[in-house]
């Protein structure tokens, strides 16, 4: 389930089941709840994803849908576990539900895909950090805009 919780002007997004407990983290938030970030309707400029590409379906799919809700010039912020960097750590997320693991390689592939472009990235054990924006569009100059 997806969750967004509005709270004093920040926009909070996150995945899991427990709206109850995240009604205790932002007690007077709004909440929607969706199977898919495809399902809602919500535009955002910064994202924060905190092991949760171990738990989508199609992360590719998620991705592009996040892309095309995410503001021109938006992040994301990603925090995922390398499952090269630290394979027990990656292969312990299955046992509490993640779909599948994945390498810093697969994960920046996925990201890619879905159009965001790589802006910093590190490794702190066992998570792969990075910065991703959707790039913003160019102003056409005048002698451009003959072709729109």
């Known amino acids: 389930a997806h969750i967004a919780i509005f709270e004093l002007g920040v926009r909070y997004r996150g995945y899991g089941p427990r709206i109850d407990l995240a009604r205790v983290i932002a007690p007077s938030g709004e909440f929607a709840k969706a199977v898919s970030v495809c399902e809602i ?86 998570y792969y950090l990075s910065v991703w924006r959707k790039p913003a569009r160019r102003s056409l100059t005048p002698p451009e805009r003959w072709m729109e």
């Not at 924060?48 to 799919?61: A, S």
């Open 41 to 126: 309707g919500i535009r955002a400029d910064s994202v924060l994803l905190f092991e949760k590409l171990q738990r989508f379906t199609d992360p590719v799919r998620e991705l592009q849908c996040l892309y095309s809700r995410l503001e021109q010039g938006g992040v994301v912020l990603v925090a995922e576990p390398d499952a090269a960097l630290s394979p027990a750590y990656a292969a312990s997320q299955t046992v509490f539900g993640a779909l599948g693991v994945a390498t810093r390689k697969q994960i920046s592939k996925f990201l890619a895909v879905a159009g965001f472009k790589p802006e910093a990235e590190a490794s702190f054990p066992p």
